[in-house]
């Protein structure tokens, strides 16, 4: 997950970044200036974290991206827990690390939407590939191109966590898409 | 876990991280290690200190990888490290595997022949390993042995820059054998049987990516330049 982290305190960015990786796995960018954002290809990332001030001076860019955002909060005002997650950076760091969570835990349920089951198409596809097939005979065998067939490779991996061909015809044994004889 | 050096006491490094206790036997050092620190017990065994304690650090830390200090090392000194580790996994880690996967398909319901099928995905990996192994064994380490005897300790050039390392093919089957035991395992079977297969997958995965690291990064550009050096002598 890549995480852009946007305010002009170093310190704080910096101690964002420590909390993200030791806890989450996560090294995020830094932005000591929102200009160095935009000249980075700023729509790569997959969450925001910045003050309010930000987002209301670029809200053309940033309220589109409304659920991927969280709200840094420096001054004990009321914060503005409305517009949704928020980070008041001096509460205790159980505190933090507990908004934090839920940030992350909310990126990842806008991030899980792949349908675990195969596709009709995948499974032609795999029993193609457990059966010894290249990439261009399968394509050419179900008159799709080359580069379809690679997109439903790179799904059945996604979905079945594996990888390698061999791996592939054993899952595909497993579950009955290709009988032992086939393969052997 | 912080990096060691060579004042630590050697009891303390494995009390925190038993999984080198397989590493440190490489060495010819077994357990009963008492409380001496990694200095005396490689002076006593003979062992360069350097070298091992970067082993054992490159082990540990799995971001810790010293590239120019491990070129420094002596390619005969990488080759014998290499070589023990290969005996491991065909001595033991392979067998161990394997009596746990027998013991759970014996153990487990006779319907289940998904557990069949992993095996049989293991015996093709079994069989991938082994055969580098002997290549290793009878045709690259001999190799760079005698080429490191010829040079003599003469200057041989720059470790060649390889091309990138392509994604290893061991390494790629181990992670899709865990998978279908993490994520696609059906049907009844012995749980800790089970668990003794996986911890044992995992921890031969492990070996195998350090060993990885050492034979791509380190080994195969040394090896390559000392024989492009001594190709160059004979011409």
């Known amino acids: ?184 | 876990m912080a990096l060691i050096n060579a004042e630590c006491k050697l009891c303390e490094v494995i009390l925190n991280e038993p999984s080198l206790i397989p590493v440190i036997n490489r060495f010819g050092i077994v357990l009963g290690v008492g409380d001496k620190s990694i200095r005396t017990v490689c002076e006593e065994k003979k062992l360069d200190s350097e070298f091992f304690v970067t082993i054992l650090n490159t082990f540990i830390n799995e971001d810790y990888f010293p590239e120019n200090r491990l070129k420094s090392f002596c390619a005969a000194q990488i080759v014998d490290y290499l070589t023990q580790t290969n005996a491991y996994y065909q001595q033991f880690q392979i067998p161990n595997i394997e009596r746990h996967f027998n013991s759970l398909i014996n153990q487990s319901d006779s319907d289940n022949n998904n557990l069949e099928l992993m095996k049989q995905f293991f015996e093709e990996l079994k069989k991938e390993l082994l055969s580098r192994i002997e290549h290793d064994r009878t045709t690259w380490f001999p190799a760079i042995r005698v080429a490191a005897e010829s040079l003599h300790g003469e200057y041989y050039g720059e470790p060649l820059r390889n091309d990138p390392i392509e994604t290893d093919s061991l390494e790629e089957k181990l992670d899709d054998l865990k998978s279908l035991f993490i994520i696609h395992l059906r049907g009844e079977y012995d749980l800790n049987l089970c668990h003794g297969v996986i911890f044992a997958l995992y921890s031969l995965e492990k070996d195998i990516k350090q060993h990885n690291r050492i034979r791509n990064r380190i080994l195969r550009p040394i090896a390559d330049a000392m024989l492009k050096a001594c190709r160059d002598k004979k011409q």
């Open chain 1, 1 to 184: 997950m890549r995480i852009a982290v946007i305010s002009n305190h170093t310190l704080l960015n910096i101690g964002l970044k420590h909390l993200l990786q030791s806890y989450f796995d996560i090294s995020p960018a830094l932005y000591n200036r929102i200009e160095a954002l935009f000249n980075d290809n700023p729509e790569q990332f997959d969450a925001y974290i910045l003050t309010a001030d930000t987002l209301l001076a670029y809200s053309d860019f940033f309220l589109p991206r409304k659920s991927k955002i969280m709200l840094l909060v420096t001054q004990h005002e009321t914060p503005a827990e409305t517009f949704g997650p928020s980070l008041p950076v001096y509460e205790d760091e159980e505190a933090l690390l507990e908004r934090i969570e839920h940030f992350v835990e909310q990126l990842d349920r806008q991030a899980e939407h792949l349908p675990h089951d195969l596709s009709p198409r995948e499974t032609e596809v795999l029993k193609l590939v457990a059966q010894g097939f290249m990439n261009k005979e399968i394509a050419d065998q179900l008159n799709i191109s080359i580069n379809t067939v690679l997109s439903h490779r790179k799904n059945l991996t996604a979905k079945l966590g594996i990888k390698t061909v061999s791996g592939l015809s054993f899952y595909a044994m497993m579950n009955g898409y290709l009988s032992d004889i086939d393969n052997k």
